[in-house]
Structure formats: C-alpha cells, structure tokens
Nanobody, 124 residues
Framework: QVQLVESGGGLVQAGGSLRLSCAASGRTFSLYVMGWFRQAPGKMREFVAA????????SYADSVKGRFTISRDNTKNTVYLQMNSLKPEDTAVYYC?????????????????WGQGTQVTVSS
C-alpha cells in the first residue's frame, strides 16, 4: 500500500505560479512511477505529467508542456508539480498517483494509488 497526500493548491491569478507537493508513505517510493492528473468540473480526469521511477524520464500533456515541471525527491518520498504561467483552463482538482509500471505512463488505469486531490483555481 502507498498513501499519498497532496498539498499546495489554492487560488491564483492568471499568469501566476503554484507548486503542488505529494508526500508518499508506505511501500518504497522509488519503486513507483509518479504522476499528476487533474479533473475539471464536468470533465474527465486527464493526465498532466509523470516521472519515471529512476528519475530518468518525464512525460507531459501537450497542454502543460513548457509551463509545468514535475520533479521528485526519493530521499523525501515526495513528488512536486511546479506550475507556471497558469491559465483559467488549468482550474481543476489535481491528483497525485503512483504506478508500479516499469516506465512512465499517461493512462490512469496504470496507477494503483491515488491521493485525495487538491483544488487549483486560476482566476482571469
């Protein structure tokens, strides 16, 4: 079992920045691909970014490339999502997730563990 707790969400104006954190506990953090997903009201949950187990590779949704950066610190069992140049369409609940996959994956069904989510609201 892996427990995930997100923090860092909030209200920000368009063009601003936020950094989300996700603290993991339980089984060895470094054995999991870590990902961020988001879900806006009335929409399906969508992939945002993922970081490989070893830290060697990352994946991003096209909508956030160049604005968001995912990172992880295996010594602190924490994954981060730095979000810059935020837009109103980034408004959503952001979820941290852990996957036992051997490589980064964008599919939510590959992720076995999920946090409770943190709200990000970007005002125009």
């Amino acid at each position: 079992q892996v427990q995930l707790v997100e923090s860092g969400g909030g209200l920000v104006q368009a063009g601003g920045s936020l950094r989300l954190s996700c603290a993991a506990s339980g089984r060895t953090f470094s054995l999991y691909v870590m990902g961020w997903f988001r879900q806006a009201p009335g929409k399906m949950r969508e992939f945002v970014a993922a970081f490989s187990r070893s830290g060697g590779s990352t994946s991003y949704a096209d909508s956030v490339k160049g604005r968001f950066t995912i990172s992880r610190d295996n010594t602190k069992n924490t994954v981060y999502l730095q979000m810059n140049s935020l837009k109103p369409e980034d408004t959503a609940v952001y979820y941290c997730a852990a996957s036992p996959s051997l490589w980064t994956t964008v599919s939510s069904i590959e992720y076995a563990y999920w946090g409770q989510g943190t709200q990000v609201t970007v005002s125009s």
